[in-house]
């Protein structure tokens, strides 16, 4: 038995459309499957966790973006229940960092069923896990802005935000702590990667491996707000990493303290401090 887990309202109802063909081939195929959906993220976790109390589930298949695919991490890992991802949001880049990102559904659906998952690691924060990037600093704080605004609607809300921020935004004061050493900084910004991208194909972590046992993490030191403009559509090709300003480093553990919050595949995790731990194969997934 398969769980079929569509947020219908992802990617302004790309989420129902497809969802509609997973059933449809599950159906067609013969492949036992329940569906599940709801309103509300916590109604759709507790659904989801109450069928796999319930029944031993052969996989589950996420038809949505990075924050289903988060609320699906929290049951399939712990449980070793294997899926996959079907992207129907924004950003997707979880389904970018598993390679179904540009995959029809056929063939994330065949694969599913005819190969065997394999083993990925998975960030976890205070208790609760993440695929992509755990992340702190100026787009958190863009975040904290694009999730009051009403207008405009999509992936353009986090673009208006961004210009909202960036004029009154100075560094932030972090303490820092890893299984090697423990220093304080000054950053603009600091992502934790488990995954390599985030926001929508953001290579904030370019050389990051979901199979190394290790978080990758990007420090942006100070620069001005004309730099940060200049070099900021470097991000999408990952050449970032390659400016004097900024930081890169691998490590199994880190610990941060600041007056800031902390975001994990787009969603809100809360105010630091917090403790991230790159649990090595933690997940099954299939990938293509």
């Given amino acids: 038995m398969f769980a079929v887990v569509v947020n219908p309202v992802s990617g302004k109802g790309r989420g129902a459309v497809l969802g509609a063909e997973v059933t449809g081939y599950m159906h067609s195929h013969q492949v036992p499957y329940t569906l599940i959906t709801a309103s509300t993220s916590d109604a759709l976790l507790h659904n989801l966790q109450s069928l796999s109390d319930a029944l031993d589930l052969d996989g589950i298949i996420a038809v949505g973006g ?8 929290q049951v399939a890992a712990p449980k070793s229940i294997p899926f ?11 389904a970018r960092t598993i390679g179904t990102e540009n995959a029809t559904v056929e063939k994330i659906l065949r694969n599913a069923l005819e190969t065997n998952p394999s083993k990925i690691d998975l960030g976890l924060v205070d208790s609760e896990y993440f695929g992509a990037v755990l992340s702190t600093g100026f787009d958190s704080v863009v975040n904290e802005r694009a999730n009051n605004l009403r207008w405009p609607k999509g992936p353009t809300r986090y673009n208006a935000a961004m210009v909202l921020e960036l004029p009154k935004f100075a560094p932030i004061k972090y303490e820092i702590t890893t299984e090697s050493r423990s220093f304080e900084v000054r950053a603009m910004l ?14 904030v972590c370019p050389g990051a491996d979901i199979r190394d046992g290790l978080f990758d993490v990007m420090i942006l030191h100070p620069i001005s707000k004309l730099e940060f ?4 559509p470097s991000v999408y090709i990952g050449e970032h990493i390659h400016h004097d300003q900024v930081e890169t480093f691998r490590t199994r553990t880190i610990s941060i303290s600041s007056k800031a919050v902390a975001y994990a595949d787009g969603e809100r995790i809360g105010q630091l401090p917090v403790k991230a731990e790159c649990i090595e194969a933690a997940a099954l997934a299939w990938s293509l």
Avoid: K
């Fill in 229 to 232: 403009l200049r070099i900021f």
């Fill in 84 to 94: 996959t991802v079907v992207p129907a949001g924004t950003g997707n880049d979880f």
């Fill in 66 to 73: 990075d924050g289903l695919v988060h609320l699906v991490l």
């Fill in 190 to 203: 600091i992502a934790i990667g488990n995954g390599s991208s985030y926001g929508g194909g953001m290579r």
